[in-house]
């Protein structure tokens, strides 16, 4: 192969991630190159982390440094410079998947040890690469392979060499080998360090760092599939596995939303019963769950399901107390804001993860419908926090022309029915001609109105009312003539 793997990452991955970022610009350029091979040393030497890589929506640095939480900060310090470390690792965190995509499509399979092949292949350029402070960040992560071969070894010299150079190379190679030891037991130690000012002082109670239970909420739509997911955890391995968990038994291929940190403990109460709870709370229709501590709380539309499906799971929870609830009357409120801002998020990330230079139809989709666009009432004007992951789709569309949106518009039951399916149709409406006014051919789009016709929730709640106004997003592929719908149970054929 001619190809440089390193370069050729530096042009598909960095022109992604950096676009349209106006701060550090140069800064964030130089990190990425550093962290590149970087990267695929650590693919190298750990192949199964690609597979796991591979199953997350959005890897991130967090799923790599997984068992070493304080050697991330150290990396994160390391890389970052002059730039804040939080908005370092948000840009690394963007590349993973890219440079996984990169990968995929060079190897020619999505198999690691394609992959890792393929690195072995490069590997001259990616060692070549490797600034000089990885060796010591690679054996810390038990990078074996990487350490064990020569990061910058220079050409073998001819035979004509003297026995002076000789000599100076064998002074040379223990003290390099020792500045690299210093270096590692500095790093250990300063992780040591920042581990020991997490500990409680003078007695103090551990409550003081993960003082929170840790919580999964979550809910049905009118068939029984999930609709809304929320996981809060203090252990990030134990989320990812709960994320897959949750994904297979719904069938649903964006799992919760989810937050871990040291405020959560890392441990649910009886939480082996977890994928055995999830199965029987499948196919329930409108009926949320709450796991929070040493309760569970089920909420139905229907007192009757709540009741039958409390009596199926308490066995399984033994040190726990299961409690039901009517939905209609004691359903927490949806917090519109925190939702929005997450849903909202997550499309314009899903959104710059699209390789532009492979779209597929399907991805625009469901990146789309992660956001919510929360119209004001009896108004069909975009709002502003829309506006920029729509123009992300729009410059997606531009470059693939076989992706066509049918634009669903749905309102909630509160008013009259014919006005609501016309305030529907008005606000897809909208979303199309703003489309098109960012350069996307008409062509490509369509707009209907459905008003209350459709709903997902139970339209006696104001948490009901506020799931069924929604714009969804219908796509059809003219390379295959086939209608794919992303909704509240994954992908459906039509």
Known sequence: MNINLIDLLKKKVSAIV???????????????????PILLSIFKSQPELI???????????????????????????????????????STLNRSIALVLGVLEIEAGSAEPSAMVHLIETHWSAVSNALP???????????????????????????????????????????????IILAVLLALIFRACSGKKETEPVGGLATQTISNEPAK?????????????????????????ILQQEIKQVFNHNMGCGAESNANYHTEFIDQ??????????KGVPNASLTWMGNQLSIQSANPIDAQQLAAEI?????????????????????????????????????????????????????????????????????????????DQAAALMKRAPQVKLTVKGHTDAVGNAATNKTLSQKRAQAVVDYLVKQGVDPAQLQAVGYGQEQPIADNSTANGQFKNRRIEFEVLNTETGVTREVNDQGIKKQ
Not at 226 to 238: E, H, K, M, P, V
Request: aromatic share 6%; glycine share 6%.
């Open 314 to 390: 308490q066995p399984l929870v033994k040190n726990m107390t299961v409690m039901t609830q009517a939905a209609n009357n004691t359903a927490p409120p949806v917090d519109s804001h925190a939702v929005m801002s997450t849903g909202n998020s997550n499309a314009e990330k899903a959104l710059a993860e699209i390789n532009p230079d492979h779209i597929r139809a399907l991805d625009i989709a469901t990146a789309l419908n992660m956001q919510i666009i929360n119209f004001d009432t009896a108004r069909a004007n975009i709002p502003e926090a829309n506006k920029s992951i729509l």
């Open 18 to 36: 950096l676009e349209g970022e106006t701060e550090y610009l140069s800064e964030k350029s130089q990190a990425l190159t550093s962290f590149f």
């Open 132 to 178: 000089y402070w990885a060796t010591a960040l690679l054996t810390a992560l038990g990078g074996g392979a990487v350490s064990g071969q020569a990061l910058h070894q220079a050409p073998e010299v001819a035979s004509s060499q003297n026995i002076e150079e000789k000599k100076k190379s064998a002074f040379l190679l223990p003290l390099i080998a020792f």
């Open 272 to 281: 082996d019963a977890i994928p055995s709870v999830l199965k029987l709370v």
């Open 216 to 240: 999964l909420q979550l809910s049905t739509g009118a068939s029984g599939g999930l609709t809304t997911c929320q996981l809060y955890s203090g252990n990030a391995n134990y989320i990812n």
């Open 51 to 89: 597979g796991r890589l591979q199953n997350q929506l959005n890897p991130r640095l967090t799923d790599i440094f997984t068992n070493n939480p304080a050697l991330k900060h150290q990396f994160l310090e390391q890389i970052s410079g002059t730039v804040p470390t939080g908005a370092m690792e």
